[in-house]
């Protein structure tokens, strides 16, 4: 590890620097959102807002970062992640709700981690 920056497996350097920018802090309210998402997941409006606002902030970051000629690995990494961390709070939050059957998380959980 150097400073901040490391190597994931080989694939490329990890520089964590390269998230302090505009795309990196939109990505980084997508992990606030998939955070509080349980917490305002019952009422529906707050639900499709929150949703909105996550989905739509993964689009944004990757439009931006492009667009600015901030593209990085770290990004792409990152964003991935987060994309996981969102779509499956968003689906375990729906299944303690009883908005969505349980063997669909596991579906849902296949389809993300593959």
Same mark, same amino acid.
């Given at each position: *590890?150097?400073?901040s920056t490391e190597t994931l497996s080989g694939r490329g350097q990890i520089d964590w620097? @390269?998230?302090w920018n505009v795309p990196g802090l939109i990505s980084l309210a997508r992990?606030?959102?998939?955070?509080? !998402?349980? !917490? !305002?997941?019952?009422?529906q409006l707050?639900?499709?807002?929150?949703?909105?606002l996550g989905l739509g902030s993964d689009v944004l970051d990757g439009?931006?970062?492009r667009r600015m000629g901030l593209a990085s690995h770290t990004g792409a990494v990152f964003d991935g992640w987060l994309d996981k961390v969102f779509s499956i709070n968003v689906a375990w939050t729906f299944v303690?709700? @009883?908005? *969505?059957?349980?063997?669909?998380?596991?579906l849902w959980f296949i389809r993300v981690m593959i």
């Open positions: *590890m150097n400073g620097r @390269d998230l992990l606030v959102i998939a955070v509080v !998402f349980p !917490f !305002f997941a019952g009422n707050w639900a499709i807002v929150l949703v909105a439009w931006l970062a303690v709700l @009883d908005q *969505m059957p349980g063997w669909w998380l596991w």
